[in-house]
């Protein structure tokens, strides 16, 4: 299962980024919600293999145990860290509404 992961999270984690400036602030918040929200997709999908196996029988009560609790351990970090970047993002003004007034 983490063999689809860690080459995700190197590719994401090498890119080169931006130091946000007050310009680009909300698209580095909002680029950076997107990324997590892949690696959640891609994280939930692998599980899912393994979700698979288990009910086949072809994982161990220990292995399911062990990939599972990984699973949500990684999925509850994933997801606090973006729930803090929409808080981020909505007190930033990045989701207000700007119409003809600029």
Not at 86 to 94: P, S
């Amino acid at each position: 299962m983490i063999k689809y992961i860690i080459p995700l999270v190197f590719l994401l984690g090498c890119t080169k980024t931006e130091i946000p400036t007050p310009r680009n602030e909300c698209t580095y918040i909002l680029t950076r919600i997107v990324n997590i929200q892949n690696i959640r997709d891609v994280s939930r999908k692998d599980f899912h293999l393994t979700v698979n196996d288990k009910r086949a029988g072809k994982v161990s009560d220990g292995v399911w145990t062990r990939e599972r609790d990984r699973w949500l351990s990684q999925e509850n970090k994933l997801a606090t860290t973006v729930n803090d970047l929409y808080a981020e993002a909505h007190t930033g003004g990045c989701f207000d509404i700007k119409g003809d007034e600029e």
